[in-house]
């Protein structure tokens, strides 16, 4: 029969081992302290970079409403500003109807257009402007008046030149007027653009 081991130490080893099984326990309880930390922390990093990527999600889905809206708010605004073209995207008829306009717009003011001339259409990308050169004699107040006219006209004009000649200078109230009103229209779509077009518009349609 094996007898059971029996150790036998003195008090000074007791209290060596004793010492160092605590210690052990300590530096034990030290690493579990750090492991669980190190786990705390990663895991506290994870979720912040998740909040993080979720955030940005949530900001680019909010950017995105806030684009969309900006651009039904810049089509409405282009839709209204088109109201003001001419009907015609035929350069010789806008011009036409151009000139049959300011002729009408002279005649509150009692004016008399006394030389007109069509000027060469501009390219505006999808646009084209239509000038029209007038000259004309008037007072000062009739020329603000007229002036201002144009400016509030449901058409949408400009006047990219104006040059103005005193008739008497003894008297400088009446001036000779020559300006270029300038209005606009929707360029001509070519037959060979409308069909690479997708959605173009049918023949004789305006361009889109």
């Known amino acids: 029969m094996i007898k059971p081991f029996n150790l036998k130490l003195k008090r000074r080893e007791k209290i060596v081992l004793l010492s160092g099984c605590v210690i052990a326990l ?10 669980t930390g190190a786990i705390r922390t990663a895991t506290g990093d994870k979720a912040a970079a998740m ?3 979720l955030e940005r999600q949530i900001n680019m889905i909010a950017g995105k409403e806030e684009m969309y ?16 073209l001419l009907s015609s995207y035929k350069p010789a008829v806008a011009a036409a109807e151009l000139q049959k306009t300011l002729n009408e717009m002279t005649m509150p003011f009692n004016l008399e257009i006394n ?21 004309f004699v008037s007072s000062t107040a009739i020329l603000k008046n007229f002036l201002m006219q144009i400016a509030s006209s449901q058409l949408l004009l400009s006047v990219p ?13 009446e001036v000779h007027v020559t300006m270029t009103v300038m209005g606009f229209a929707r360029k ?20 889109v």
């Open 69 to 84: 809206a900006k651009l039904e708010s810049a089509r409405k605004e282009i839709t209204n500003l088109e109201k003001g």
């Open 188 to 207: 001509e779509v070519k037959e060979d653009e409308k069909s690479n077009s997708p959605g173009g518009a049918g023949k004789g349609g305006k361009a």
């Open 51 to 53: 909040m993080m990527l």
């Open 26 to 35: 300590v530096i034990l309880s030290y690493r579990v302290v750090l492991w």
């Open 115 to 135: 030389s007109e001339k069509v000027l060469p259409p501009i390219d505006q990308d999808v646009y084209i402007a239509i000038p029209v050169e007038i000259g």
């Open 161 to 173: 030149e104006i040059r103005i000649r005193v008739m008497d200078m003894r008297n400088p109230k």
